[in-house]
C-alpha cells in the first residue's frame, strides 16, 4: 500500500470554526490532491498540488484552501466551516512521466468530518 | 462541461454470474480510463487501466474501451461476495493530465 496517512481521521466541529486536515506521504509522489465525496456525487476535486508550494483550485475550491510547504505535507483548510462541509475528504498522490496520461492515483484512508 | 456517467444502482447480481458496469464520457480527447472499486467505509483503490480500444484482461475483471461510442465498462466473470462494493470510473482531462474526472460509482451486490 502506498504510504499516505490522513489526520485526523474523524472530527466533528461547529459551524464557524476553523478546520486543518493533513495529508501526509512517505512515496516523494510530485502530484497530490484533496478530494470530497458525498453521497450522489462520487469524488470532487477541490484542489490540487504538482509541487511544493504549486496548486491550483479544482470545482468545488470556495470554501477552502490548502498548502503544500514540503513534498510529504499537503494540508486543506477550511477557514470558517459550514454544515454544508460535512463529507468525507480523500487526500490522493500521484506520479506521472512526462508525455504519458497514466495518472494512477493512490489514496489515503479518509478523514470524515462533521460540521454542527 | 466534462462529465463522467454511471448508473447508480445498486446492481444485484447472483454469485457465479457476470456483473456488467458501465460508464460513458463527454470528452472526446480523453485517453485513459480507470476502474477503481471502493469499498463501504474504506479508500478507492486501483483494479483496471485501460487506454486502447477493445478489452484488456486481469483474471477476473476485463475493461472494454469504445473511443468511438465514448464509452468504457468493466465485466466481473463468476462474481463472488467479495465482489459487492462501488465502482467507480475515473477518465483523464485532456491537456491535464494530472487530473481526473469521476463517475459518482455504481453499487454493485453480489447475492450468494
Known amino acids: 500500500d502506498a504510504g499516505i496517512t490522513q489526520s485526523p481521521r474523524h472530527k466533528v466541529t461547529e459551524t464557524g470554526t476553523p478546520v486543518t486536515l493533513r495529508c501526509h506521504q512517505t512515496e516523494n509522489h510530485r502530484y497530490m490532491y484533496w478530494y470530497r465525496q458525498d453521497p450522489g456525487h462520487g469524488l470532487r476535486l477541490i484542489h490540487y498540488s504538482y509541487g511544493v508550494k504549486d496548486t491550483d483550485k479544482g470545482e468545488v475550491s470556495d470554501g477552502y484552501s490548502v498548502s503544500r510547504s514540503k513534498t510529504e505535507d499537503f494540508l486543506l483548510t477550511l477557514e470558517s466551516a459550514t454544515s454544508s462541509q460535512t463529507s468525507v475528504y480523500f487526500c490522493?498522490?500521484?506520479?506521472?512521466?512526462?508525455?504519458?496520461?497514466?495518472?494512477?492515483?493512490?489514496f489515503g484512508p479518509g478523514t470524515r468530518l462533521t460540521v454542527l | 462541461q466534462k462529465e463522467v456517467e454511471q448508473n447508480s444502482g445498486p446492481l444485484s447480481v447472483p454469485e457465479g454470474a457476470i456483473a456488467s458496469l458501465n460508464c460513458t464520457y463527454s470528452d472526446r480527447g480523453s485517453q485513459s480510463f480507470f476502474w477503481y472499486r471502493q469499498y463501504s467505509g474504506k479508500s478507492p483503490e486501483l483494479i483496471m487501466f485501460i487506454y486502447s480500444n477493445g478489452d484488456k484482461e486481469d483474471g477476473r475483471f476485463t475493461a472494454q474501451l469504445n473511443k468511438a461510442s465514448q464509452y468504457v465498462s468493466l465485466l466481473i466473470r463468476d462474481s463472488q461476495p467479495s465482489d459487492s462494493a462501488t465502482y467507480l470510473c475515473a477518465v483523464n482531462i485532456p491537456r491535464s493530465n494530472y487530473q481526473l474526472i469521476w463517475g459518482a460509482g455504481t453499487k454493485l451486490i453480489i447475492k450468494p
Open positions: 490522493a498522490i500521484s506520479e506521472i512521466m512526462a508525455g504519458s496520461s497514466y495518472n494512477e492515483q493512490f
